[in-house]
């Protein structure tokens, strides 16, 4: 008797870690993702920049121009498509999705971002040769415009572009470099396309639900076309009598008759017949006799492919998997070709710790990454295109299996979690729990490395350790004497997505596609946490979810500021004296508003069945000279939460309740598995004790868990795919309560050094968490504990590599 054992191969190997026996994988690899979604792209590809949004081809096929619109260095690559080679690079100084060549191939014209100006490049001799400017209109935060897409006519006299910032379509003339006419757009755009007769254009309301059409010979919106959540990519046939819409918050395809400006059809792009967001679909392509569309679901790392000879009776064909988030997709002759905006897997960083030019030599100055030492866990993130042969039917079978081989989801899940019978989490919604009460605390930007590095029962690295026993010993304490998580991954990259995953298991296209600009210090709207409705999930947030379920909730400084909430559902559910994101206020006071509010409620009888509570200053503020230090201001943070908890084990409903901690993100620092592992705790009567648990879990995981207990289905394909914790749970209660432990270092230790990292962290904004670059504020942090001459490893991006062996049976 043979076995077929499966090896996950990571730094540190634990029994019943993430352990996965995934069926027999011969010639295809499959990359581990930390959220737990694997990898296996077909074809073959080759490295592109960060963050690669949009690609077009000429109108010949000869070429491809592709924008990378990273947080790193944005740039825009000139492609030979015969040849797969890259024929010339340009850096932008900033750059945003708008690309398109005249239709003559000697122009390419691309969005300068929040500069607010379209480049023209000239091509000469297969190269990227001079360039000029469109301005319009003075450069952010002045102007808040933002081009997106573009669109050029025949003759190249009319240039088009659309912008997501003031929501306007600009027409322009190239030759005189100025602007012919604005039109308002009811909301946000994304891309634009032009009719064949190019009387029309196009254009996809990214904000809005719908599709404006606009008479180019009038010079005005004539109509608005309802289509799904999202409309971001639009495609038009040759004849240009149907129009594809990718809606990105639906999973869906909307296709138009142009005829008469109706949905002709909605074509469902998920793996499983669902209606749960996360496929995020965004890219659109269709094969050269027009039969076929292939279309790229970002979040599922895949094409859906689609038979539409006979548009309004489309058939599902398959799927063929890609490389991981992919953006855009083509098709020229017999190929399809793929740009993965995050590439092909998550890797560690190749190059180390390094300077990097404040600018290249092309002249175009860089962003504020100038100044990095070191790479950010964002610029980690190198796109790929992917060249796939068109498949016939046979080999489309075979990359569907492996599609769905590679997803953790499936429609099953929605309806009956992982779990065990007995336990005190149920396995589906309405199952009852003797659990009543779900307090759960987001904490800023820590690693697992940083913090618990130094427990001997983990999987950890005590040199790379900054907040260790002494600085965070009521932590320290939760690991140690309830579970010990050592192999958990955040969903997110920095805390604009961060809190939108630690809230709804998904980050929109809207906000993966627009942090990392901000982040990059290249302007744009940064109102991530219930700002902007434009980022919302179709759903809405976990409280959204609770409104609707009859399940009473508050917050406490989460996605708002005192009594101020940023979305709807939390009106009237904050608590009035609790701050949001403030490094001038400690997480004492955090504390203090949160006890004597919980202990009203108590009086009440109104304790809610779900609470929120940030507890940030573990975010620190660097070694910004007056404030406090790093290792009081994360001292600060463990105290805060060792009295929240020993408030709350001392009161009479400990015996029903449970308390989930985790950082929104792990803002790149130092770990030796990789840069998303974060500390995360679970502390309640039913959570086992002095337990290691070395499972793989994902923020989607844990809030997966809150959602069973708290009798509300899954947010996303994402936590209804993710494993709850039921591994950390026992069905005997211990109702021994928690006592606080003191901190053993004084709280209110203030930066006095005056040096590089003193007069680095003078420049960092702090009003905001994550407005600090990420990798600079972790590098002083690390040299105020390690020494100002020390240097930080750089951050590590681990790719899970799953391998399948024959094994002989010892009873063989």
Known sequence: MRKYITLILMVFVFQGT????????????????????????????????????????????????????????????????????????????????????????????????????????????????????????????????????????????????????????????????????????????????????????YVSLWGGRAVAVVNTIEEKITTTIPVGDHPN???????????????????????????????????????????????????????????????????????????????????????????????????????????????????????GPQPISKADNSG?????????????????????????????????KVYTKQVYANTPFNDQKEITADGEAGNPIPRKQGEQSPIKHVFYIIKENRTYDQVLGDLPKGNGDSSLTLFGKKITPNQHAFAENYVLLDNFYVDAEVSADGHNWSMAAYATDVVEKTWPTSYGARGGSTTFEGGRPVTYPKGGFIWDYCQRAGVTYRSYGEFGDYAKANIKSLQGHMCANSPGFDMDITDQVRADAWIHDFDSLLVANAVPQFSTLRVSNDHTSGQKKGKISPQSAVADNDLAVGRILERLSHSPIWKESVVFILEDDAQNGPDHVDAHRSPAYVIGPYVKRNTAVHTMYSTSGFLRTMELILGLPPMSQYDAAAVPLFECFTSKPDLTPYNVIKPLINLDNRNVAVNESSKRSELFNFAKEDAAPDLDLNEVIWKSVKGENSIMPAPKRSAFVILEKKKKDDDD
Not at 235 to 255: C, M, P, R, T
Not at 268 to 286: D, I, M, P, R, V
Not at 378 to 392: E, T, Y
Request: charged residues 20%; hydrophobic residues 35%.
């Open 18 to 201: 993430y352990a996965q026996w995934p069926g027999k994988i011969e010639s295809t690899k499959q990359i581990l993702l930390p959220n737990g979604w694997k990898l296996s792209p077909a074809g073959h590809s080759i490295a592109l920049g960060d963050l690669p949004l949009n690609m077009q081809a000429s109108s010949s096929g000869k070429f491809l121009a592709i924008t990378n619109n990273g947080q790193s260095t944005q740039s825009l690559q000139l492609i030979d498509v015969k040849t797969e080679q890259i024929l010339d690079e340009k850096i932008l100084t900033k750059s945003w999705y708008g690309l398109a060549f005249s239709k003559d191939e000697k122009h390419i014209y691309v969005s300068g971002g929040n500069d607010n100006i379209i480049i023209n490049f000239s091509i000469r001799n297969n190269k990227l040769a001079e360039s000029d400017t469109i301005k319009l209109g003075e450069v952010w935060p002045k102007g808040k415009i933002g081009p997106a897409g573009i669109a050029v006519n025949k003759t190249n006299t009319k240039v088009f572009t659309v912008t997501k910032e003031d929501s306007c379509l600009y027409i322009l003339d190239p030759a005189r470099k100025k602007i012919t006419k604005k039109i308002q757009l009811p909301a946000i755009a994304y891309s634009c396309t032009l009719s064949p007769d190019e009387t029309k254009l």
């Open 364 to 396: 175009y100055q860089m962003g504020s990454t100038a100044n990095n030492r070191l790479q950010y866990i964002a610029g980690l993130f190198k796109g790929s295109l992917s060249f796939i042969d068109v498949p016939k039917p046979e080999q489309l």
């Open 233 to 351: 990519e639009l495609l038009l046939n040759k004849k240009g009598n149907y129009l594809f819409v990718a809606n990105a918050n639906d999973n869906s395809v909307s296709v138009i008759s142009t005829v008469n400006n109706r949905v002709i059809e909605t074509i469902a792009t998920t793996l499983y017949a669902t209606q749960l967001t996360g496929s995020t679909t965004n890219g659109l392509a269709l094969s050269t006799n027009e039969k076929t569309l292939y279309i790229a679901n970002a979040d599922n790392n895949c094409l859906a492919v689609f038979d539409v000879s006979q548009p309004g009776t489309s058939q599902s064909m398959g799927f063929v998997p890609v490389g991981w988030y992919p953006t855009s997709v083509k098709v020229i002759g017999s190929k399809i070709l793929i740009t993965n905006g995050k590439g092909n897997t998550s890797m560690a960083n190749p190059k």
